[in-house]
């Protein structure tokens, strides 16, 4: 099982962080397709609003629309899934942020 498909699993059980490592190691190197690489960005971005980093999940996702095609109206749906759970997350009070952070950081160790 590679790296993406691991951090899907991560992803699917809520473990944000590691998710997120996982899928920053699959695109380390690789010449995947533009849709592969914006499959993946796109659950980074999901990932990091959820760690409670909105900044960080908006500069992914502006990533990813450079990325997308007409072609591309699946993913398209999902990028405005995760801008959507972006804009959600900004939207967090600070004790709610600060607790998503701790627990991602908390993930990692």
């Known amino acids: 099982m590679g ?4 951090g899907k699993d991560e992803f699917e059980t ?3 962080s590691k998710a997120y490592a996982l899928f920053q190691k699959a695109l380390e ?4 397709s533009a849709r592969e690489i914006a499959e993946v960005r796109l659950l ?3 990932c990091l609003a959820q760690m409670g980093e909105p900044e960080q999940a908006e500069t992914e996702l502006k ?3 450079q990325r997308l ?3 591309d109206a ?7 899934r995760a801008w959507r759970e972006v804009e959600d997350t900004r939207k967090l009070d600070k004790e709610e942020i600060a607790r998503r952070r701790a627990a991602a950081k908390a993930e990692r160790n």
């Open 3 to 6: 790296d993406i498909e691991k």
């Open 29 to 32: 190197g690789r010449n995947d």
């Open 63 to 65: 990533d990813v629309k």
């Open 44 to 46: 980074m971005a999901r």
């Open 69 to 71: 095609s007409d072609q």
């Open 14 to 16: 809520g473990r944000w």
């Open 74 to 80: 699946e993913l398209v749906k999902e990028f405005e």
